[in-house]
Structures are given as C-alpha cells and as structure tokens.
C-alpha cells in the first residue's frame, strides 16, 4: 500500500496530529504513515519549505506529500493536489509550492472532495485525508478535482552576488544548532574559482577554511560546510553554534574571495 508523509505545524501537545493520522487509518488501514515534521513553528512556510524540499526526493516515487502548514479554512484559498517528478504533493495553495519547487509541477488540480460541515475549519482530517488516501491508494488527480494552470508565488530570499563576494542571510536552524545559510553550493562553486576565502559573520567572527565533515576540526571549534541540503552552514563540531555563536534565522552573513 502506498505511503503518505506529514509535515505540519500541529506540534505534539495536543490531539491534533493523531486526529490526522486516525483519519487517514480509517480511510486507508493498510497506509505507511511517515512523519517528516510536526515541530514547524506555526505558519512558518519557509521553514516548512526548507525542510520538505529537502527530504521528499529520498521516498519512492508516488509518495503522497500532505502538507499541512498554515492550512485552516479560509475561503480564499484553494487545497491543492499535484503531481512532481513523481511524488504527489497535497496542502493550501499559499505559497508553499513555489517554495518548495525549481520546476512547475506536472499536474495540478483544485481538490473539489465536499467538506463536511463539522470539519469546516480543519481541513486536514476531512479534505486533505480523503484526497491523500484516494493518491496512495493508485487513484487519479483528475478524479479529485478540476485541473489549475497556477499557483500563489512565494519569492525565495536569494543571495545577493558579485564578482567577489556573497551575501547571504540564515535561513535555518536545525536541531543540532547548526546554521544554514541560503548560500547553496552552486553559488559559491561559482563565484569562489578556485579562489581562498573569508566568511564574515556576528560578533566579527571568521571562517577561511571549508570542510568536508563536522568532525574535521577540535571539539568545540567552529566550522563551515556543505550539508545533505548543500546550502552552506556554521557549525561548532558537538557544540551549539546558534546559542554560541549569536546566529539566528535571518542574521547576515558575507563572504568575501580574495584574489591570489
């Protein structure tokens, strides 16, 4: 039987999550439920994005994404189902999609499943759960709504870049304390050349020497590397870089390529 993921911003304190996951075992016993998170601050759809563009790409193929940040009723916005280089995507169309896609999807519909009334302001176990179980179980987007050309844009906070240098801004924190910038690899491929390095950031801390793991460098010692997401992050190696360091989401961070 097929396999649907959750990521939501239901926390685990309250009853909400495990209504969502009795819904989707009452429609489809035989489903693989499979929590990406549940801990996304609420209605942060940038970390949400982060984190499911991420991770979506390691399940099989025809995955069932269901997405359920920022997702109460408001009749102003559209649920969704999709389909991208072969996972089905499942949420509110409020600008989670273009963040979590470089490409346009495929297929998109509008999901047209009527709503029971007692479940009007929380879609997830009623709309969201129907049209997840109905993908998992091999069925058709077309056979759960009307197919949509767009969706909601949502612009990505990019680096700004020069010939020698990069400006980039803290997009992430994990559960390690390591820092994520949205610098990606590419980027610093790109404009480095070959070419030594100085990464500036608060506190007129420094970093000139990238490394390939967290363990390349003292206990306790600060570092920067690519991750598994390849955006470039600040790390203590078995220490808390965010708390010790002073970097939260959105600091600012610089680096600059000098020329041999």
């Known amino acids: 039987m097929g396999i649907i993921t959750l990521t939501t911003d239901l926390g685990h304190k309250d009853f909400y999550q495990a209504a969502l996951k009795g819904s989707l075992l009452s429609l489809l016993p035989a489903v693989r439920i499979v929590d990406i998170s549940h801990d996304i ?3 942060d759809l940038q970390q949400a994005a982060f984190i499911i563009k991420n991770s979506y790409h390691y399940f099989p193929k025809k995955t069932v994404h269901l997405i359920g940040v920022d997702s109460v009723y408001n009749k102003e916005t559209r649920y969704l189902a999709m389909k991208y280089k072969g996972y089905y995507f499942i949420g509110a169309d409020n600008g ?18 009527i709503q029971d009334l007692k479940f009007l302001h929380f879609p997830l176990t009623d709309i969201f759960a129907k049209a997840a179980c109905h993908l998992a179980k091999g ?36 559960s390690f304390q390591n820092v994520i910038t949205n610098i990606h690899k590419e980027v610093f491929t790109r404009v480095q050349r070959d070419r ?32 598994i997401s390849n955006y470039l992050e600040i790390a203590i190696n078995k220490g808390n870089a965010s708390g010790l360091l002073g ?10 390529f000098l020329n041999k």
């Open 41 to 43: 601050t609420p209605f």
């Open 96 to 113: 989670i999609f273009s963040l979590i896609f470089d490409d346009h999807p495929e297929e998109i519909v509008e999901i047209s499943i």
């Open 139 to 174: 069925g058709k987007l077309i056979e759960i709504g009307e197919p949509v050309d767009s969706l909601v844009e949502r612009k990505i906070l990019e680096p700004i870049v020069d010939e020698d240098s990069i400006r980039g801004r803290v997009i992430y924190i994990d």
């Open 196 to 227: 030594p390095f100085v990464l500036y950031f608060k506190r007129n801390e420094t970093i000139s020497h990238l490394s390939w793991h967290y363990n390349e460098v003292p206990e306790g010692e600060k570092l920067c590397l690519f991750g």
């Open 247 to 256: 970097l939260k989401a959105d600091e600012v961070v610089r680096i600059e």
